[in-house]
């Protein structure tokens, strides 16, 4: 009687441990091997197009298998920066305008021995662009060149349709205590200065991937006054933020709208911004990039706003967004393998997360990814025959109430004759 109880129960975590099983290589159709240098316990690597063409939207069908077919433990990172901003109390005094030359102020932090690097000059003006120049003093009367006003140190503000602003100035650390800073207006009417912060902005940078875009056209819509350029990245799923070009012409200021696709049908609107490029006496400078809010479309499309003015001809695109990567217990002597092409997949719910803090970056190995790869085990999900649960969805149910209530007879009878023995 114990023994049917006993494979009874057997029986019963069977079927449940199946039951939230994840990884079945029938379902993954693509395989990449994952070839490590070192032999520390923790190795990386960058995903590329293929991976990011192939796998579900969002990473989630992501799997590392080993070569005795266990799932392995990772973490997807984005090597995005790492961004500090300490603003510094400064006084603004000695603000003044030379008329047809520079609106100037100086900064004092009250003390000398602070780390600064920045300075964002607050202003009630539109639709402006100024070069700018910065010197450091340790006395307001002995003055260094700190920021040189061609070395495109500029501001500017773009009020019309859509709002573009910055007005902020970076210059080479400094632990001066004042700051001059001049606002070149070379004729054009002062801007309305209200204030000014002292910042020191520490950024480490982010691992950024630069892609070179296929320009699939180039179209010029006089009735609409616009400019429309058609880039297509290759693959669908790339990460992208920010879209660079070059031009040749000069003295120019226009809107771009940026939009995305991944069917080159319907377009969705990641951003608005300005491009600008200007070399005059009162004013050099240009704009020759516009950021987004990241996404993952293959096809990116740059409107650029005309209005009465004749087309201005942009090229050599570059694209660029931040590198991902993939971080997993490593083990020496084992070989590994990276699966992906389960759009029915979910994500993994790992704990190294929580572990990964404790190691250094020099504790990880670093490690690629060999050639995409059909997986051999793939299955078609039409020719993929469900499992019997699957089929017959009220199977498993109506086994565990099966299995639960014989078990729960065979205990009562267990009992009862115990019991009956006494």
Not at 24 to 40: L, P
Not at 264 to 287: C, E, H, W
Not at 323 to 349: H, M, S
């Amino acid at each position: 009687m114990i023994s049917k109880i006993f494979l009874i129960s057997v029986l019963f975590l069977l079927v449940t441990g199946e039951a939230g099983a994840d990884f079945n290589a029938e379902k993954w159709q693509y395989s990449r091997e994952i070839r490590v240098t070192g032999s520390q316990k923790l190795a990386s690597f960058s995903l590329d197009n293929q991976v990011y063409e192939h796998a579900k939207e969002g990473l989630a069908d992501l799997r590392i298998i080993n070569n005795l077919g266990d799932e392995i433990k990772y973490k997807l990172t984005i090597e995005s920066g790492q961004k500090t901003i300490e603003t510094i109390p400064a006084r603004i005094r000695d603000l003044g305008i030379k008329v047809g030359d520079n609106t100037q102020f100086i900064a004092d932090l009250g003390r000398q021995g602070i780390l600064h690097n920045s300075v964002t000059i607050q202003t009630s003006s539109v639709n402006f662009r100024r070069q700018v120049e910065v010197e450091t003093s340790d006395d307001s009367a002995n003055w260094l060149l700190a920021k040189k006003a061609d070395e495109g140190s500029y501001i500017y503000d773009y009020s019309m349709d859509f709002k573009a602003k910055n007005t902020t100035v970076y210059y080479p650390q400094s632990t001066a205590r004042f700051l001059r800073i001049k606002i070149l207006d070379n004729g054009e009417e002062p801007i309305k200065v209200t204030g000014a912060s002292v910042i020191n902005d520490i950024y480490i940078s982010s691992r950024t991937a630069t892609y070179d875009p296929k320009l699939l056209e180039t179209k010029n819509d006089q009735e609409k006054q616009t400019s429309t350029y058609l880039l297509d990245l290759g693959a669908r799923g790339i990460p992208s933020n920010k879209i660079s070009f070059s031009t040749k012409e000069v003295n120019f200021n226009r809107e771009v709208l940026i939009e995305g696709s991944n069917d080159n049908n319907n377009f969705t609107n990641l951003a608005k911004d300005v491009i600008f490029s200007y070399q005059t006496p009162r004013f050099d400078g240009a704009k020759d990039s516009v950021t987004f809010s990241e996404g993952n479309f293959r096809y990116l499309r740059l409107t650029v706003f005309n209005r009465d003015n004749s087309p201005v001809k942009l090229t050599d695109f570059a694209v660029f967004g931040t590198v991902r990567k993939v971080i997993f217990e490593y083990a020496l002597g084992e070989t590994y393998k990276l699966f992906y092409g389960n759009p029915q997949a979910r994500y993994p719910d790992y704990d190294i997360e929580s572990y990964l803090v404790y190691f250094n970056a020099s504790d990880v190995s670093a490690a690629v990814l060999g050639s995409e790869q059909e997986n051999s085990s793939f299955v078609p999900e039409k020719a993929r025959e469900k499992p019997l649960t699957e089929r017959y969805p009220f199977l498993l149910p109506a086994v565990l109430v099966i299995g639960v209530l014989i078990l729960g007879t065979m205990i009562a009878k267990l009992a009862f004759q115990v019991k009956k023995s006494r």
